[in-house]
């Protein structure tokens, strides 16, 4: 073995066996090892166990993991990474009273951000987002998907797609592309929206496709974004021409994006603060991950959204950071557990499934991503903790000490804060 850890307090494997995902009652089923022992070998995991069935002298490298706890990396579904420009002036208008819609009708909103984008060279893009990644893997997350979005036009779009896929040979956290040109209408568009939607269907989606570009379209739909029809015609689209689906659903209203995400087997379905009981139905049928994003509603002021209806009706939950500069500027995915488990009513057996093998289901990689098992990619953290449970209950400190990711020792810390 090239690296072995061993004597841990709890290796926390998060093993489905082989399932795509940990679905309803399954995902407080950590399949927890104490006393465990991992080992690595090119990139691999080729042991799981106790540490008594192994010894050190076995590995070219040995970690005594002795008071500590080991987990899968964690996978961040869906977030806004690449942008520039933060909006913290718009953050301090709206503590001080003024509402999301009245900051956007003055020009302010995603507008800041696609006008930012727009100028902004790809080496700018490219060195914000650098500093973002760093970001998530402190918080030790080890493979992200990143959405376009704040181009909004040919241009742009396509700017942001190069971006993404140049990061994937810049930074050691694994990158997943998505395609999401129908964020919204863009403000130049506004009487033009059958135009921009030309755009999106002969252009943008097909040149994604030619140059590989993405895995996923994803399409927000809003009242003050797009329609199930619009969206229905994008999804078929993006389907013909080989990509899976994300859908931006339910977030203000139920709108039907939790049935159409059903419709098209779409990969997973975020946000779901207003999803209907026949929306999760159509979900549980098609297999569709829900994808719950927590940094929203604390960063909005908003209600959380009740993952219990989700859980107990036996879907597949997801959480994310949707780290962005307009409504959840966070790349902190313990953060994340840890609201779930305080305000969304979930376990905090629910909460490790949902930032590992039920993030990585959310991106199609959970045959490879999200547990520890072995044959599956070698993405391991370790957290100077007695406990998992210790994670989302000592909140607003990172609890992590070291991240393996594809077999390589990427951080290491020499501190405790447990």
């Not at 969206?231 to 994300?246: P, Q």
């Not at 779901?272 to 979900?283: F, I, K, N, Q, V």
């Amino acid at each position: 073995m090239d690296l072995l850890f061993f004597n841990a307090n709890q290796v926390v494997t998060c093993a489905a066996d082989g399932a795509a995902a940990k679905y309803g009652k399954d995902m407080n089923d950590l399949r927890v090892i104490e006393g465990g022992a991992v080992g690595i070998k090119d990139g691999k995991i080729v042991y799981v166990g106790d540490s008594d069935g192994v010894t050190f002298k076995d590995a070219d490298r040995a970690i005594n993991a002795e008071g500590k706890v080991l987990l899968p990396g964690f996978v961040d579904s869906h977030t806004h990474l690449v942008f520039a420009g933060a909006r913290e002036k718009e953050f301090a208008r709206r503590i001080a009273g003024e509402t999301y819609a009245e900051i956007g009708a003055s020009g302010g909103g995603i507008n800041t951000t696609v006008k930012a984008v727009r100028a902004a060279s790809k080496v700018e893009l490219t060195e914000y987002a650098l500093h973002r990644l760093d970001s998530c893997l402190e918080f030790g997350t080890t493979t992200v998907e990143i959405k376009t979005g704040y181009g909004l036009d040919e241009e742009n779009e396509k700017k942001m797609l190069e971006v993404i896929n140049e990061l994937r040979a810049l930074h050691v956290v694994e990158i997943v592309p998505t395609f999401l040109g129908a964020h919204v209408v863009p403000f130049d568009y506004k009487e033009r929206r059958d135009e921009y939607m030309r755009l999106l269907l002969d252009v943008l989606i097909p040149h994604a496709a030619e140059h590989k570009l993405a895995r996923f379209v994803d399409v927000f739909i809003e009242q003050n974004a797009y329609t199930i029809e619009e969206a229905r015609a994008i999804c078929a689209k993006a389907k013909d021409l080989g990509f899976e689906i994300k859908i931006h659903a339910d977030q203000i209203t139920a709108g039907g994006g939790a049935e159409l995400a059903a419709e098209f087997g779409a990969a997973s379905a975020d946000h779901l603060d207003h999803t209907s009981p026949e929306g999760r139905a159509a979900m549980k049928q098609s297999g569709t991950v829900a994808t719950l994003l927590p940094g929203v509603s604390l960063f909005l002021g908003e209600p959380f959204p009740d993952a219990r209806p989700l859980i107990d009706e036996g879907l597949a939950v997801a959480l994310a950071t949707d780290a962005n500069p307009g409504s959840c500027m966070s790349e902190n995915i313990q953060l994340m557990m840890s609201m779930a488990a305080m305000r969304m009513h979930m376990t905090v057996e629910e909460t490790i499934s949902a930032v590992t093998i039920n993030g990585a289901a959310a991106l199609r990689m959970s045959g490879t991503h999200g547990s520890l098992e072995v044959g599956k990619q070698a993405d391991v953290l370790m957290f100077d903790v007695p406990t998992y449970e210790r994670i989302p209950y000592h909140f607003g400190i990172n609890h992590l000490s070291g991240v393996v990711k594809n077999g390589n020792v990427v951080m290491e810390k020499r501190y405790a804060n447990a």
